[in-house]
């Protein structure tokens, strides 16, 4: 299964947040209705869900609160819908697929929902400061992504890899703050879920538009969100990176990162909440420890590691796949995205991550 070139598309500053999401939809309309048709979790698990009458407060609650929360992305969000002619329901259900699933009955969720498992290497040392991850989805994500290079009308501008109809982005990105992020799910027992909280793409989203790492750490931790989140925040400018774990009730932690290579798979590792074992995290977390991680190119091998044939860190199906690595070099100061195993560097896209102040609008 051989992935082609990410697209990317240019769009701002515009008028309005629905006008940037309604442009997103209709230049993607294509790739947003082709992830819709085969998205098995929206369609056997989501929509017939949404159907039933039980189902209404708990979606009423999380589309009122993110609403009210957040009113420019939600009109991004009905613009996507919009723009590329698709039910707004079906949009609204991809970006809270993690808020909802856990209310399903678990005779309708028999389906495992492992759809954004990734893993990242992270370390800040004398030598070098890098932050490298695997964007790991559901099989049926390949060719469904893009990256949008978004500008705002205050100068803020960012670039944001984003799944097909979702807001940019539930995967990684960066601005032009020189703050970047990536981003780890993470699986809280049903009992630490909150219904009808904050949702991590609208929270994701929200980093786009951070200031400075401590500005990006407080929109994580200020959020009340359903569900829990890994989140590796990274600033060029102070040569930093925090790993900030998140749950229910206001809940994080936040890990700095320092000349220690720090793995994180999809399992808490510093807040203390009671958790989903993840035999798959638990594997690439212990292969991880036994290999060397002391340069760039240790940490891709770390990174295209196909060691463990049922749990690899590298992966390729039948039902886990890994969309593209992400490589931020805080010392070079940029972005790189690798096709393929990260061992043999197909590098497709490099970007420049700034640091410069913003003029004030």
Partial sequence: MA???????????????????FLIGKRFSDTIKSRLDKDLVLRDQLLPFAQAPQSQPLIQALCNNNKTRFPTYWDELVGIAEGSSVPVLEIILINFRKEILPFLHKEVALAVDCSDDCSDLLVVSENMAIAAHNEDANVALVGHTYLVKGKLQNGLSFVAYTYAGELPSCAFGFNNHGLAFTLNSVPPTNEEVAAGGIGRNFISRDLLESTSLENAISRVRSAEVSVGHSYNLI???TRR?????????????????????????????????????????RSRQKRADELPKGSKNEFMSVLGD?????????????????????????????????QGNPKKNVITHVFSIPSVELEKP
Wanted: charged share 20%; net charge negative.
């Fill in 241 to 281: 990176i925090v790993n900030v774990e998140t749950a229910s009730r206001f809940r994080y932690s936040v890990n700095e990162v320092g000349a220690t290579p720090f793995f994180h798979a999809n399992m808490y590792t510093h807040l203390q909440v009671n958790q989903v074992e993840d035999a798959n995290s």
């Fill in 235 to 237: 600033h060029v400018q």
């Fill in 3 to 21: 992935g082609k070139k990410v697209e990317m598309f240019e769009v701002g500053p515009c008028e309005s947040a629905y006008q940037m999401g």
């Fill in 306 to 338: 196909v060691d463990n044939k049922e749990y690899p860190i590298y992966m390729r199906g039948p039902t886990l796949y890994t969309l593209c690595t992400a490589v931020i070099d805080l010392d070079e100061q940029t972005l790189s995205i690798i």
